[in-house]
């Protein structure tokens, strides 16, 4: 037996009217882009940002070397592994980001100033070239933000009150654990 589906109407709900489906609901959503329809309005300061900044692939050093781990013959024989270098002292990067990726406390940047990373996910190196190449962009993009100043202050009132009462509750609690005196 074939049952007639009528729009808006949801079979599993026992032909309940499903809003999202039903035309005389879909009027009722305001005419906003998709993905604002639901965002929250933007009340914060914007954050500074650099413009997008690309990495220059002439300052990058690349060198093949042997994967490690699984895969057979293929591992022994071929060098598809991608060891990159760059430098971040003589790189075109403006001098704040230059500054920001050298106080980054990361173990892949050496004490000279240079980024290495190893690429061996994948099976061939054109394909470890440019994963190394992404995580070099999203190294750089990760200090592109500029971080807010923290500006020290004090606690209100009430946070003080309330640290000193729970203080307070948390002696007596502790005075009444000592032995029980029979007067």
Known sequence: MIEERTPGVCSAS?????????????????TLPPASRFAAPRTMQPVQRHPPILVDESEIDFSAIR?????????N????????????????????????LL?????RITQE?????KAQQHRSQEMNRADAIARLQAVVDSVATVPRTRR???????????????????SQVKSLR??????
């Open 14 to 30: 026992g032909g309940v009217v499903c809003p999202t489906r039903h035309a005389s609901f879909q009027t009722a959503l305001p």
């Open 67 to 75: 994967a490690q781990g699984a895969g057979g013959q293929n591992v």
């Open 77 to 100: 024989k071929v060098s598809s592994a991608v060891h990159l270098r760059y430098d971040i002292r003589a790189s075109s990067l403006p001098e704040d980001l230059k500054e920001r």
């Open 103 to 107: 106080a980054l406390r990361d173990s």
């Open 113 to 117: 100033g240079v980024l290495v990373l």
């Open 152 to 170: 020290a202050t004090k606690p209100t009132y009430g946070s003080k009150q309330r640290r000193l009462e729970g203080k307070s509750q948390r």
């Open 178 to 183: 000592g032995p029980v005196r029979g007067d």
